[in-house]
């Protein structure tokens, strides 16, 4: 399989009331060959608890994994390898994460430290927005080194009661960490400092109530693409590389006027070469296609095309960007469509990878 990809899969496999059951095994790593469209399985271990959200290091070695249990007061974070010779995965160690409902990941472009955003509910524990860890040369992950807390709320009194950190995204330049936090509508900017230290360089609004979720980078480093969950909008900011201040350039719906209402945005995706950004809907369950202005940042509309099933939580493009994945959480399926690079347009395959609720998907090559 010449052109195979290892794709990584988290899913659920311990109830939580706001998810719609836990059918899931666990982590899984398949390989996915772009020419043939061949899947197989090739790893899962049942052994982590609510994988809900995941990242691997580009060489497709290391696999950091959050475990998000509900009434946890801490969730933790795990640390696997896997060997491409023997599609073997082996458990590290596992940290706890400082925080409950620990909600995204992310791995610093020097490959030294990982940061760990958590959503948060209820009051007690540490409650910790943001934490960092050290890798080792194995992978393995250090006692955190650092953390912060947020505070406030938002004009959403079900949504935005307090702070939720909903992802940590380290900028294409380095050294500065943008926190989407929903609860107070606001991106947080934060400086890595050798020690792992954070220092808080700026805050940058958004309208009330617009809920940011995620955040996808544009690999020029000027632009920054925010999936609002709350408020179904896509928008585009310039980024400020020198105080990590973020301002709004364009904002546009990810869903028709009359979905807006039952619609809850989730995950956000750039192609490699910047012109195009998919975001997923829940609700509408449709992936939405923007085009961007390479010079401004402005965003078009492309259209909206279905998921292939329902509950579209994440995303993930294949490193050439010739296919994009929905892992579609209560259709129990991860839908793979072709994805044409001068249009921006996706075409369902029919191919998927069955899985029982699916939470999040990593690619590598």
Request: with cysteine; net charge negative; charged share 20%.
């Amino acid at each position: 399989m010449s052109d195979a990809c290892l794709v990584f899969v988290g899913s659920l496999n311990r109830e939580a009331p706001y998810f719609q059951g836990a059918r899931g095994v666990g982590l899984g790593v398949y390989s996915f060959d772009e020419q043939t469209l061949e899947i197989r399985k090739l790893a899962e271990t049942n052994d982590v608890d609510n994988p809900t959200f995941l990242s691997v290091t580009p060489d497709g070695s290391r696999i950091y994994v959050n475990s998000e249990v509900f009434t946890w007061r801490e969730g933790t974070v795990s640390a696997y390898s896997f060997d491409r010779a023997s599609n073997k995965l082996n458990y590290l160690n596992k940290q706890p994460s400082l925080g409950s409902i620990t909600a995204y990941n992310t791995i610093t472009r020097g490959g030294t430290k990982l940061l760990v955003a958590n959503y948060g509910m209820g009051e007690g524990g540490p409650d910790r927005a943001v934490v960092v860890y050290g890798l080792d040369k194995h992978g393995a992950l250090s006692a955190p080194l650092a953390s912060v807390s947020h505070q406030g709320s938002g004009p959403n009194a079900a949504r935005q009661e307090r702070s939720h950190a909903h992802s940590v995204t380290e900028t294409i330049g380095g050294g500065t960490a943008i926190v989407a936090d929903l609860g107070i509508d606001r991106l947080v900017s934060y400086r890595i400092g050798p020690d792992g230290s954070l220092t808080k360089s700026a805050e940058s609004a958004l309208p009330p109530g617009a809920g940011p979720r995620h955040v996808a980078l544009h690999p020029n480093g000027r632009f920054v693409f925010v999936m609002n969950e709350l408020d179904s909008t896509v928008v585009s900011m310039a980024l400020d590389d020198a105080s990590g201040e973020l301002s709004i350039i364009d904002a546009k719906p990810a869903v028709p006027a009359e979905s807006r209402d039952s619609n809850h945005c989730a995950d956000i995706q750039t192609s490699p070469d910047g012109r195009f950004v998919y975001g997923s809907n829940r609700g509408h369950d449709s992936v939405v296609i923007m085009a961007v202005d390479q010079n401004t940042g402005a965003l078009s509309l492309v259209g909206n095309t279905p998921c292939g099933g329902a509950t579209p939580r994440h995303l993930a493009l294949t490193p050439s960007g010739g296919h994009l994945f929905s892992a579609n959480q209560n259709a129990d399926r991860i839908s793979i469509f072709a994805r044409d690079s001068d249009s921006g347009m996706l075409t369902d395959t029919g191919k998927a990878i069955e899985i029982g609720t699916p939470m999040c998907v990593k690619i590598v090559t």
